[in-house]
């Protein structure tokens, strides 16, 4: 019988001594073959003899086993023989030796956020989805059925969106709402993509999203009307250009797409056209012309994104194609050794808490102890997540989700700041400030009240007081100013609603560098110079 258990099961039938003495009392001693049977009850709680406990077990017809075949069929829930400890620890250890032998067939690779920016309708979603789909990280039997659906709503050039944009409001419209998140990967770096919005309506979480980047990619239309629609005053170019910069983001590529339009055939003077207007307004949001490359592509054909434009096609250009010049881009540098800054993007509950963000400085392990401010409370990472998976350790840089210990979920908002124990944030209500007024009809008084986004804070903000008028040509200032105006550079005071996490610029840009909003309008970027009202980080958490 024994043997008919090990051919069906394909499991290894244990002696009934063996399988009877890996029973153990409540102390994990190993229990003798008879002791271990005793404890075997009736319904009445009464102990049943060896003899009489072994018999009670039955095979499938309902027929008695004898004690040694029913103590070969103590099997776990998928149907296995259960393990010795020695077995078990002979497991472990393989899968250990496993898990190295992975890490080490991939070594890590660095990770590189980009945000896709632009006007709605410019094509990032599409570029976004060729890029998966030329790095292979979406199956053709997926693509098959985002065609197939996308052309039963007559909308067949969107399937390759739909990677990105996942949710049916998304879908339907063809419009980005939330920011798209994926991954891809080449022979030289991980590439996080952050796929912004484009629509004025969502602009709130296109700064969400480039808070998170190291490098801009805005995408802009060839198509005749197109490019001139997203580029006139108004325009979500413009806008978004000038929020990736505030942002922080150093280096910008500038996608021209759909350069296989009927209305421009990959002609090098509609690129040149385009190029030529959007390049002098770049350089007065701030960006260096060596920090501007301007490519062009078709992000539905994908030409132009993985291999270089065809010759015969597009003669006049002989750059490289955009995730080679990606690739050829030198390392960003990271903080690693500074203290941890995560501001919190997103939280959610999933068998805990989980919070959601771009590791600024620092590096986060599984069980380390953390401060999340401003609210002081002390947590533990429970598990660190990097995409999908499972990691001991979280490097600067890289966008991460963390099971933490110690917080419920309704107690975290975005904006929030997780920190090292030793080296808080500060929090502040009360700061000065160094604004630069983008867009503004009116004039701006003390008193004034508008939106403030620092980094992934979002706070109702008013101006207290004008301190001095900067010049922008000579650097010389003028006090007591009684208003300010566009295109005006002024030293200002605010204050905020709430308590924030904030950092002078000079001291950590990331947690510094802030955009003022007011009717769905960027009216203002700036800097933080001075934290009038403070805690000191280096206070201890409660």
Not at 435 to 447: F, L, N, P, T
Request: glycine share 8%.
């Amino acid at each position: 019988l024994s043997q008919w258990f090990f051919d069906v099961c394909g499991s290894v039938a244990l002696p009934a001594e063996a399988a009877a003495s890996d029973i153990k009392d409540n102390f994990g001693k190993a229990l003798p073959a008879e002791a271990a049977a005793s404890d075997i009850k009736d319904n009445f709680g009464k102990a049943l003899p060896a003899e009489a406990a072994a018999s009670d077990i039955k095979d499938k017809s309902g027929k008695v086993l004898p004690a040694e075949a029913a103590a070969s069929d103590i099997k776990d829930k998928s149907g296995k023989a259960s393990p010795t400890p020695g077995e078990a620890l002979e497991a472990a250890a393989t899968a250990e030796s496993q898990s190295a032998l992975a890490a080490a067939a991939f070594p890590e690779l660095e990770n590189v956020n980009i945000v896709f920016i632009g006007h709605v309708d410019a094509g990032k979603s599409t570029i976004g989805g060729q890029l998966l789909k030329l790095t292979g990280m979406v199956d053709k039997r997926t693509l098959e059925k985002y065609e197939r659906e996308a052309k039963e709503k007559n909308r067949e050039s969107w399937y390759l969106s739909w990677a990105l944009d996942t949710n049916t409001e998304e879908r339907e419209k063809g419009k980005t709402v939330e920011v798209g998140r994926a991954m891809f990967t080449t022979a030289c770096k991980r590439f996080t993509i952050l796929d912004a919005p484009g629509h004025r309506s969502f602009v709130p979480n296109m700064i969400n999203g480039a808070a998170q980047a190291d490098i801009a990619i805005l995408v802009i239309s060839a198509r005749r009307g197109e490019f001139e629609t997203g580029f006139e005053r108004g325009g979500q170019t413009r806008e978004h250009a000038m929020l990736a910069k505030t942002a922080g983001v150093k280096h910008l590529i500038v996608l021209v797409n759909k350069m296989d339009d009927p209305t421009v055939e990959w002609k090098g003077e509609r690129y040149e056209e385009c190029k030529n207007k959007l390049l002098p307004y770049l350089k007065q949001v701030g960006f260096r012309k060596t920090d501007i490359t301007f490519m062009p592509v078709s992000g539905l054909l994908g030409a132009g994104l993985k291999d270089r434009v065809d010759p015969k096609r597009c003669p006049w250009y002989s750059g490289p194609a955009f995730l080679e010049y990606l690739d050829s881009l030198p390392s960003i540098f990271r903080s690693s050794s500074g203290p941890v800054r995560i501001p919190i993007v997103d939280r959610y509950k999933d068998m805990g808490t989980i919070i959601m963000g771009k590791l600024e400085s620092g590096a986060v392990s599984k069980g380390q102890s953390l401060v999340l401010m401003p609210n002081r409370s002390t947590v533990d990472a429970i598990a660190v997540f990097v995409e999908e998976n499972e990691r001991p350790t979280a490097q600067c840089g890289e966008n991460i989700r963390i099971k933490l210990k110690g917080v419920e979920e309704e107690d975290v908002s975005p904006g929030f700041v997780l920190c090292s124990p030793g080296l808080l944030c500060h929090t502040t209500r009360v700061f000065d400030a160094q604004v630069v007024v983008m867009e503004y009809k009116s004039i701006i008084c003390a008193g004034y009240g508008a939106v403030l986004h620092v980094h992934t804070a979002v706070e109702d903000v008013k101006i207290t007081n004008l301190i001095c008028t900067i010049d922008r040509k000579t650097g010389q200032k003028k006090p007591r100013p009684r208003f300010i105006k566009q295109d005006m550079s002024a030293i200002v005071r605010l204050e905020t609603s709430g308590i924030i996490c904030l950092e002078t610029f000079k001291e950590f840009p990331q947690l510094g560098r802030f955009t003022l909003r007011d009717e769905g309008k960027t009216v203002a970027v700036g800097k933080v110079l001075k934290l009038v009202s403070c805690e000191p980080s280096s206070a201890g958490a409660n």
